[in-house]
Nanobody, 129 residues
Framework: QVQLVESGGGLVQAGDSLTLSCAAS????????MGWFRQAPGKEREFVTT????????YYADSVKGRFTISRDNAKDTLYLRMNSLKLEDTAVYYC??????????????????????WGQGTRVTVSS
């Protein structure tokens, strides 16, 4: 089992940057594909980005490509999400999640929330104009 705790959310203005962190504890962090998802008010949870075990492969939703960067530090058991050029539509609760090896080595396979086994409680990001 893996416990995930997100932090770093807050209230920012459009155009600002923010970095989210996800601290993992429990089973070996490096054995999990990690992802970020978000849920805006009144909307379904949606995929944001994912990264494979040692960071060799990443995949982004089109809506954040070029603005967000996912990274991980396996020595610190921590996942990060650097968000630049934030937009109003980025307002959401952001969740990190961990997926066991499904037999695929490319991050693009891990875009579905159903593939993830463990979830954090979320951290809220609000972007104002």
């Amino acid at each position: 089992q893996v416990q995930l705790v997100e932090s770093g959310g807050g209230l920012v203005q459009a155009g600002d940057s923010l970095t989210l962190s996800c601290a993992a504890s429990g089973r070996t962090f490096s054995s999990y594909v990690m992802g970020w998802f978000r849920q805006a008010p009144g909307k379904e949870r949606e995929f944001v980005t994912t990264i494979t075990w040692h960071g060799s492969s990443t995949y982004y939703a089109d809506s954040v490509k070029g603005r967000f960067t996912i990274s991980r530090d396996n020595a610190k058991d921590t996942l990060y999400l650097r968000m630049n050029s934030l937009k109003l539509e980025d307002t959401a609760v952001y969740y990190c999640a961990a997926a066991r090896n499904r037999g695929y080595s490319t991050a693009s396979y891990y875009y579905a929330a159903t593939l993830y086994d463990y979830w954090g409680q979320g951290t809220r990001v609000t972007v104002s104009s």
